[in-house]
């Protein structure tokens, strides 16, 4: 049914800023709750942020909070996590996911029930 395509990923300096752009493919989405996970090399896919379907209520990593922020855009159908003062250990595979529910569970991957295929992000020093 619906589908999500992140962009944005690319090359950045330590210190540097992206932003990672998750575009869904129906209206639904917007009332779902969406996350971002990332994972690299040799790792588990972890939990970096979240929000839910109004936009009002927002939920960070340890390593994400202060210098990632995630957002939506209703009209465009489109959850964005800008991330800042990047970190070589910020360098993986960048996921967005869509959740059904808006009850708070979202640290999980098992919460979720649409992933996209994921954008790359590096990051040199």
């Known amino acids: 049914q619906g589908h999500l395509v992140e962009s944005g990923g690319g090359l950045a300096q330590a210190g540097g800023s992206l932003r990672l752009s998750c575009a869904a493919s129906?209206?639904?989405?917007?009332?779902?709750?969406m996350g971002w996970f990332r994972q690299s090399p040799g790792n588990e896919r972890e939990f970096v942020a979240a929000i839910d379907g109004s936009g009002n209520f927002r939920v960070y990593s340890d390593s994400a909070r202060g210098r990632f922020t995630i957002s939506r855009d209703s009209a465009k159908n489109t959850v964005y996590l800008q991330m800042n003062s990047l970190k070589p250990e910020d360098a993986a595979v960048y996921f967005c996911a869509a959740r059904y529910a808006n009850d708070g569970n979202v640290y999980r991957q098992t919460d979720y029930d649409y992933w996209g295929q994921g954008t790359r992000v590096t990051v040199s020093s």
């Open positions: 129906g209206p639904t989405f917007n009332t779902y709750t």
